[in-house]
């Protein structure tokens, strides 16, 4: 049974749908323990009000909350009692096999390296969120824990995201391109430039070259590998540009009766279409090269996110993606274990 532990206390919807989307997920999967951390009596409370069985999840109390406007490195060495210090020192400690949180993004990173820990050989653990595109899902890799990142962390993030797409997706053989300004190979800054000839040169993974980021959508790789600023960047346009347009086409299908009327019969396609560009349909984040699963979601996930993100930590486990990136990052090391 995997043990997934969830920051009941985090997010701008908790801890009403952070618990409600633990128990969905809890009543929907047997073979998966849901842990919920944070302040007892609140989770239990919310719990009774949902008229739902209190032994359907684990409580474990946690009486401090890590507010998202606190400095992260000394809100995880102040808050010792937190919910997300708690929950990750879960994952070290054995006790849960993975822990996501909607809360303080800054907390999360830096907990997770601090608490949890990287992988021996890791450089720099990346956050790796599944985006849409036209042609299925692809993984941005980083988009928000290494803002100045090297050209030997990016090879990394791109042998570590091509392990989660393969296993995770199921892509066999990802497609792998460097965020950049131009294709050719000579184009874009220091850290660019130092890095195409090395993930060119990089054993086991499908490197396609440069990629403009208006291909992205198109579905250009499936992994797209960039350091945190950039990558941050196109994943907030993601989520702006996709609420815009959202917006808009609302409100054009309420503009005139004939609207309204074309509205309906296009609804089921539509609904169908934009579901498929729902950057939260695909759960959260995970803060790949920890020694156990991290995985940051949305702040302002509600109650489906939450359960999607916590079948999302079991696919993990079960995948032992951990072991996958070990294997493919450190070959020698895990022969050398063999013998």
Same mark, same amino acid.
């Given at each position: &049974?995997?043990?997934?532990?969830?920051? $009941? @206390?985090?997010?701008?919807? $908790?801890?009403?749908?952070?618990?409600?989307?633990?128990?969905?997920?809890?009543?929907? !999967?047997?073979?998966?323990?849901?842990?919920?951390?944070?302040?007892?009596?609140?989770?239990?409370?919310?719990?009774?009000?949902?008229?739902?069985?209190?032994?359907?999840?684990?409580?474990?109390?946690?009486?401090?909350? #890590?507010?998202?406007?606190?400095?992260?490195?000394?809100? #995880?060495?102040?808050?010792?009692?937190?919910?997300?210090?708690?929950? @990750?020192?879960?994952?070290?400690?054995?006790?849960?096999?993975?822990?996501?949180?909607?809360?303080?993004?800054?907390?999360?990173?830096?907990?997770?390296?601090?608490?949890?820990?990287? #992988?021996?050989?890791?450089?720099?653990?990346?956050?790796?969120?599944?985006?849409?595109?036209?042609?299925?899902?692809?993984?941005?890799?980083?988009?928000? $824990?290494?803002?100045?990142?090297?050209?030997?962390?990016?090879?990394?993030?791109?042998? @570590?995201?091509?392990?989660? @797409?393969?296993?995770?997706?199921?892509?066999?053989?990802?497609?792998?391109?460097?965020?950049?300004?131009?294709?050719?190979?000579?184009?874009?800054? %220091?850290?660019?430039?130092?890095?195409?000839?090395?993930?060119?040169?990089?054993?086991?993974?499908?490197?396609?070259?440069?990629?403009?980021?208006?291909?992205?959508?198109?579905?250009?790789?499936?992994?797209?590998?960039?350091?945190?600023?950039?990558?941050?960047?196109?994943?907030?346009?993601?989520?702006?540009? %996709? &609420?815009?347009?959202?917006?808009?086409?609302?409100?054009?299908?309420?503009?005139?009766?004939?609207?309204?009327?074309?509205?309906?019969? #296009?609804?089921? $396609?539509?609904?169908?279409?934009?579901?498929?560009?729902?950057?939260?349909?695909?759960?959260?984040?995970?803060?790949?090269?920890?020694?156990?699963?991290?995985?940051?979601?949305?702040?302002?996930?509600?109650?489906?996110?939450?359960?999607?993100?916590?079948?999302?930590?079991?696919?993990?486990?079960?995948?032992?993606?951990?072991?996958?990136?070990?294997? !493919?990052?450190?070959?020698?090391?895990?022969?050398?274990?063999?013998?």
């Amino acid at each position: &049974m995997i043990r997934v532990a969830v920051d $009941a @206390m985090g997010g701008d919807n $908790a801890p009403l749908e952070i618990v409600k989307g633990g128990l969905l997920a809890a009543e929907e !999967r047997k073979d998966i323990r849901v842990i919920l951390v944070g302040k007892e009596e609140v989770i239990r409370k919310i719990i009774r009000e949902q008229g739902k069985d209190e032994n359907l999840v684990d409580i474990v109390n946690a009486g401090e909350v #890590i507010e998202t406007g606190e400095p992260p490195v000394l809100a #995880i060495r102040k808050k010792k009692d937190s919910s997300i210090v708690v929950g @990750m020192k879960l994952v070290k400690d054995g006790g849960a096999d993975a822990f996501c949180s909607a809360g303080s993004s800054g907390a999360v990173l830096v907990g997770g390296q601090l608490i949890v820990g990287r #992988i021996k050989g890791v450089e720099r653990p990346p956050l790796a969120p599944l985006i849409p595109t036209e042609k299925g899902p692809a993984l941005l890799i980083d988009c928000g $824990a290494n803002v100045d990142a090297r050209p030997s962390h990016l090879v990394q993030f791109a042998q @570590m995201g091509s392990v989660y @797409m393969e296993n995770i997706v199921g892509i066999k053989n990802p497609r792998v391109g460097l965020v950049n300004i131009g294709v050719e190979e000579e184009k874009g800054n %220091a850290l660019a430039k130092e890095t195409f000839p090395l993930l060119k040169a990089c054993p086991g993974i499908n490197f396609v070259g440069n990629v403009e980021s208006r291909e992205i959508p198109h579905g250009a790789a499936d992994v797209y590998v960039t350091e945190a600023f950039t990558g941050n960047v196109i994943l907030k346009l993601y989520e702006g540009l %996709a &609420m815009t347009l959202l917006s808009n086409i609302k409100r054009g299908i309420y503009s005139s009766t004939r609207a309204k009327i074309g509205g309906l019969l #296009i609804k089921p $396609a539509l609904k169908k279409t934009l579901k498929t560009f729902d950057v939260n349909h695909y759960g959260g984040a995970p803060l790949l090269g920890l020694k156990g699963l991290v995985v940051k979601t949305h702040g302002t996930a509600d109650a489906e996110i939450v359960r999607n993100t916590i079948f999302q930590c079991v696919t993990f486990n079960e995948e032992q993606i951990n072991e996958k990136i070990k294997q !493919r990052l450190f070959p020698e090391e895990e022969k050398n274990d063999g013998i």
